[in-house]
């Protein structure tokens, strides 16, 4: 991908969206299940499913509860060996301790079981003490991607921290997603942004709605040159 060219990444919970995320364009899926809980790890069906339905990257949700703690690490590791068998290739996690800095551990250990494998770190980033500090940590964990909103409210909150993230220069690419809206594309472009993560933005009736195909395609437009 060139240093101008965009990336959208929409979240999918079916083969269904798959299919109509790429048909409008979209680079590569997050799939996750359960999104009244914020998003958890998909079944192994769901997964081979979607594999079935779509030559796009996907990248696979690991999380077992609705905060952003590690929860059962040894139930995350099984998954992650269930899914990396079923056909994962990419995924998506990340934690915070108590004192709202990086489960350095929790992520070492999955990363352990991804053995090499491409992987996200997601939203947590935003609850961090000092998400700036935390993207340092989070380069030397190895993710190549930091999924943020700069604020635990959504874009809206964040765009100083995200304007911030945007001009390093070194470590994961940057993916602005968390109530991102299609006027805020612009101004992250103009920063330094170049990848885009959407989830209800492209489906017409919320979470109970399908990925609607040509939301993504306007989406697409926008992120790309």
Not at 18 to 46: I, K, Y
């Amino acid at each position: 991908m060139s240093s101008k060219t965009g990336l959208l990444e929409v979240i999918a919970l079916t083969a269904v969206d798959a299919e109509r995320a790429q048909e409008g364009g979209a680079d590569r899926l997050e799939l996750v299940s359960d999104m009244a809980s914020d998003g958890l790890s998909p079944s192994v069906e769901t997964l081979r499913d979607v594999l079935a339905a779509t030559d796009l990257p996907v990248r696979v949700m690991l999380r077992d509860n609705m905060s952003f703690a590690a929860g059962d690490l040894d139930g995350l590791r099984a998954d992650t060996a269930r899914l990396i068998d079923a056909g994962a290739r990419e995924f998506v996690f990340g934690f915070l301790d108590l004192e709202s800095e990086i489960d350095v551990d929790a992520c070492e250990t999955l990363v352990k079981e991804l053995d090499g494998l491409p992987w996200t770190f997601h939203r947590a980033i935003d609850r961090a003490r000092d998400p700036l500090r935390a993207y340092d940590q989070l380069a030397a964990l190895g993710c190549d991607t930091v999924l943020a909103a700069g604020h635990p409210h959504g874009v809206a909150h964040g765009l100083s921290v995200l304007q911030r993230l945007a001009r390093r220069t070194d470590g994961p690419q940057l993916l602005v997603g968390g109530g991102l809206r299609a006027q805020q594309v612009h101004l992250l472009r103009a920063g330094g942004v170049r990848a885009f993560h959407v989830g209800s933005a492209v489906r017409l009736g919320g979470w109970t709605s399908d990925v609607d195909a040509a939301a993504v395609r306007e989406w697409a437009a926008l992120v790309k040159d």
